[in-house]
């Protein structure tokens, strides 16, 4: 098992370009979340998908929009990247429907806005 | 919304000493609170976690205390090795329309050998 994979691992985008970030799972897992981790500030949700075809807004959502492709895959689009958006992604996956429930991570991606 | 407050935000201490995370969280209806540790360019690995229904869980030198009616839960770890230096995040969820993770910002923890 991969657990949960990411990519791409680094990308450096200028101001107002768009991107995907991608996150796929092979635990079977149903719920599936993406986080932002900035220095000195956590993790902050972003969105998640408690189940295949479902998706909600966290914390922090706006700039970002988010596809459920599959139970396995649920990635992370950036329409116009801001600098303000330079951070660390992760993706993160949970067997249940998200509440109460151990989630395992993935390696994470580098973004740098310029 | 839930809120979760970490401290210390840094704490060194020597090799074999212990060490002590204290967290506490806003939401009543929280049930399920795990803790984190990431290395340097690293993803979180969970080190352990505690549902509402247990006041302490142990794991070798690791152990977690929560106090529900305090709304706080806190982390120990005994016999400190240099390789548990990194950072640490505990969070919380399970509360009232709240179905993923809040992280505190995290305890740097360096274990001078």
């Known amino acids: 098992n991969a657990g949960v994979t990411q990519t791409p691992k680094f990308q450096v985008l200028k101001t107002g370009q768009s991107m995907t970030l991608q996150c796929a799972q092979d635990?079977?897992?149903?719920?599936m979340y993406w986080y932002r981790q900035d220095p000195g500030m956590g993790l902050r949700l972003i969105y998640y998908?408690?189940?295949?075809?479902?998706?909600d807004k966290g914390e922090v959502p706006n700039g970002y929009n988010v596809s459920r492709l599959n139970k396995r895959e649920f990635s992370l689009r950036l329409e116009s990247a801001a600098p303000s958006q330079t951070s660390v992604y992760f993706c993160?996956?949970?067997?249940?429907?998200?509440?109460?429930?151990?989630?395992?991570f993935g390696p994470g991606t580098r973004l740098t806005v310029l | 919304g839930e809120n979760v407050e970490q401290h210390p935000s840094t704490l060194s201490v020597q090799e074999g000493d212990s060490a002590v995370i204290k967290c506490t969280y806003s939401?009543?209806?929280?049930?399920?609170f795990p803790w984190y540790k990431q290395e340097l360019g690293k993803r979180p690995q969970l080190i352990i976690d505690?549902?509402?229904?247990?006041g302490e869980k142990k794991d070798q030198r690791i152990a977690v205390t929560l106090n529900k009616t305090a709304k706080h839960f806190s982390l120990h770890i005994t016999e400190t090795q240099p390789e548990d230096s990194a950072v640490y995040f505990c969070a919380a969820s399970g509360g009232t329309g709240r179905r993923a993770l809040t992280f505190g910002s995290g305890t740097r923890l360096q274990v001078q050998p």
């Open positions: 998908s408690a189940s295949e075809g479902t998706t």
């Open positions: 505690i549902r509402s229904n247990v």
């Open positions: 939401d009543s209806a929280s049930n399920y």
């Open positions: 635990m079977n897992h149903n719920s």
């Open positions: 993160a996956s949970s067997p249940g429907q998200g509440d109460s429930d151990t989630q395992y």
